[in-house]
């Protein structure tokens, strides 16, 4: 589902009827809309249509699990646009207390919860749908390592969401439980630097500095080992160019981890870790990793409030 570089986003030629559409349609032309037209306002008024015709008696169905990400990545994509993300603390779901899908159905029909709410909701069932499509999966299923991504991203997304809304524990947790479901399922190498990246970003944001050192640490490790494969020039230009903002990253925790010490040796001293990070205004130029899955690139720049590097993760699908 990979966007176009075009900084225009289309609008729709002509209004669209789409009480006439199939489900299949209304899928394929929300599809079109993301990837083609950038008008992820319209892509999510498919996807969500396509939903209310698809899910009958059981919105739960592992069937709907691509549609549920979609629309997902829809919503969160239009509220990444226009910057406007979270006013409030988001609340975290636990898997015993997830949303309601009969719930996020109707919302998305009435329009009574905020686009950045539904998208978080979404993502959960979205998961929960992937989760019982594995399960029944067998080990060599051609199309594991697509299902396995494409759950992981739904991890990746509400880490993301998280980030946004500064709340570091809680998306450093979804990003570690993307790394699991990775490690569990054994895919490639190539599928875990980008992760490493946005959880060690996610424990530094914490103050967890020495748990963020040693996370980039493998984050690095990893992208050296798949320099040694070997890449095309584009792909290895890329990797080095992380690896050197990596390394800066590293030189900063290192200082952070001295200067704390420093303070801690002070009698009586009482340090908050996380209060002496710097307020940066530095950003990491956009740098593609893992290419092949839907987290196509990371961009860590200054966001809106000029506070923290944030993690700019976004929905790439083939």
Same mark, same amino acid.
């Given at each position: 589902?990979?966007?176009?570089?075009?900084?225009?986003?289309?609008?729709?030629?002509?209004?669209?009827?789409? +009480?006439?559409?199939?489900?299949?349609?209304?899928?394929?032309?929300?599809?079109?809309?993301?990837?083609? +037209?950038?008008?992820?306002?319209?892509?999510?008024?498919?996807?969500?249509?396509?939903?209310?015709?698809?899910?009958?008696?059981?919105?739960?169905?592992?069937?709907?699990?691509?549609?549920?990400?979609?629309?997902?990545?829809? @919503? @969160?994509?239009?509220?990444?646009?226009?910057?406007?993300?979270?006013?409030?603390?988001?609340?975290?779901?636990?898997?015993?207390?997830?949303?309601?899908?009969?719930?996020?159905?109707? %919302?998305?029909?009435?329009?009574?919860?905020?686009?950045?709410?539904?998208?978080?909701?979404?993502?959960?069932?979205?998961?929960?749908?992937?989760?019982?499509?594995?399960?029944?999966?067998?080990?060599?299923?051609?199309?594991?390592? !697509?299902?396995?991504?494409?759950?992981?991203?739904?991890?990746?997304?509400?880490?993301?969401?998280?980030?946004?809304?500064?709340?570091?524990?809680?998306?450093? %947790?979804?990003?570690?439980?993307?790394? /699991?479901?990775?490690?569990?399922? !054994?895919?490639?190498?190539?599928?875990?630097?980008? =992760?490493?990246?946005?959880?060690?970003?996610?424990?530094?944001?914490?103050? /967890?500095?020495?748990?963020?050192?040693?996370?980039?640490?493998?984050?690095?490790?990893?992208?050296?080992?798949?320099?040694?494969?070997?890449?095309?020039?584009?792909?290895? !230009?890329?990797?080095?160019?992380?690896?050197?903002?990596?390394?800066?990253?590293?030189?900063? =925790?290192?200082?952070?981890?001295?200067?704390?010490?420093?303070?801690?040796?002070?009698?009586?001293?009482?340090?908050?870790?996380?209060?002496?990070?710097?307020?940066?205004?530095?950003?990491?130029?956009?740098? %593609?990793?893992?290419?092949?899955?839907?987290?196509?690139?990371?961009?860590?720049?200054?966001?809106?409030?000029?506070?923290?590097?944030?993690?700019?993760?976004?929905?790439?699908?083939?």
């Amino acid at each position: 589902m990979e966007a176009t570089t075009s900084d225009t986003v289309a609008q729709p030629s002509e209004e669209i009827d789409y +009480d006439s559409l199939s489900a299949d349609e209304l899928y394929e032309k929300g599809k079109e809309f993301f990837k083609v +037209d950038r008008n992820y306002a319209e892509a999510a008024e498919c996807f969500s249509r396509c939903l209310e015709k698809r899910s009958g008696d059981n919105p739960y169905d592992s069937s709907l699990r691509e549609c549920y990400l979609w629309f997902a990545d829809s @919503l @969160l994509t239009k509220e990444e646009e226009n910057q406007s993300m979270f006013a409030d603390t988001v609340d975290a779901s636990t898997e015993e207390h997830l949303p309601s899908a009969d719930a996020v159905l109707e %919302k998305a029909e009435q329009k009574e919860a905020s686009d950045e709410t539904l998208a978080f909701e979404t993502f959960q069932i979205a998961y929960q749908c992937y989760t019982e499509f594995l399960s029944g999966m067998q080990g060599d299923h051609p199309e594991i390592e !697509k299902e396995v991504l494409d759950a992981s991203y739904c991890l990746m997304r509400l880490g993301d969401m998280y980030f946004t809304n500064h709340q570091f524990e809680e998306a450093a %947790k979804e990003f570690d439980r993307a790394l /699991q479901l990775r490690h569990k399922y !054994k895919l490639k190498e190539k599928h875990f630097a980008s =992760l490493y990246v946005s959880l060690a970003q996610c424990q530094m944001f914490n103050g /967890q500095l020495g748990e963020s050192l040693r996370t980039f640490t493998s984050a690095k490790e990893i992208i050296n080992r798949i320099l040694l494969v070997g890449t095309d020039e584009e792909e290895r !230009k890329r990797l080095q160019d992380t690896l050197e903002d990596i390394g800066l990253q590293m030189d900063d =925790l290192r200082k952070l981890i001295a200067s704390l010490s420093a303070h801690s040796a002070q009698k009586g001293s009482q340090v908050n870790a996380a209060a002496l990070i710097p307020q940066t205004t530095d950003s990491f130029d956009e740098k %593609k990793l893992d290419t092949a899955t839907k987290s196509a690139f990371i961009s860590v720049e200054q966001n809106s409030t000029g506070e923290k590097r944030r993690i700019d993760i976004s929905g790439m699908y083939k």
